[in-house]
């Protein structure tokens, strides 16, 4: 394997071009549970071209009923991109203040982390976010109610071979 670069720009450029809209490749989460994750692992997918069809613990969308829980969940995102060595993207926890476009956001009421962001762009520092389920384009991080979050910087993604 190798490693290739992510393309953090097609992931921005995919965000805002579905943030309001739905992609008809991939099934629309919203009403059974929420479209946030499904929609930044398409942005993910977007910036590296890369899925991981390791079953269980891997990150691909194929259907509905053919799908890692990580394209989807949350948590098994975040465990998913900070775990992984195998094929597909990768990435480490870092902060808002070294958090670059393409990065993702997910943020916490104090007990769950319950929603995934993608970062598209900053202004004054601050970053502006695409998101699904409340469908969000280039809204400001700051206009969130949460208690925490935690960001993730995705480096890049493993090749398949």
């Not at 097609?10 to 805002?16: E, L, S």
């Not at 059974?32 to 590296?48: E, H, K, L, M, Y």
């Not at 691909?60 to 992984?84: E, G, Q």
Request: proline share 2%; aromatic share 16%.
């Amino acid at each position: 394997m190798y490693v290739i670069e992510y393309d953090r720009l097609a992931a921005a450029d995919y965000a805002k071009r579905w943030a309001l809209g739905r992609n008809p490749r991939y099934y629309d989460f919203e009403n059974i549970g929420g479209d946030c994750t499904n929609f930044v692992s398409q942005c993910i997918f977007a910036g590296c071209g890369v899925m991981n069809y390791t079953k269980d613990i891997g990150w691909y969308f194929n259907s509905l009923s053919d799908r890692a829980a990580a394209w989807t969940s949350v948590d098994d995102l975040y465990r998913f991109l900070i775990t992984n060595k195998r094929a597909g993207p990768f990435g480490e926890i870092t902060d808002l203040n070294h958090s670059q476009i393409g990065d993702i956001v997910q943020l916490s009421d104090g007990i769950d982390f319950y929603h995934s962001c993608v970062i598209t762009g900053y202004s004054g520092g601050y970053p502006y976010v695409c998101a699904h389920t409340y469908d969000a384009l280039n809204k400001p991080l700051i206009n969130y109610y949460f208690n925490s979050m935690r960001v993730i910087h995705i480096i890049g993604a493993n090749s398949r071979w």
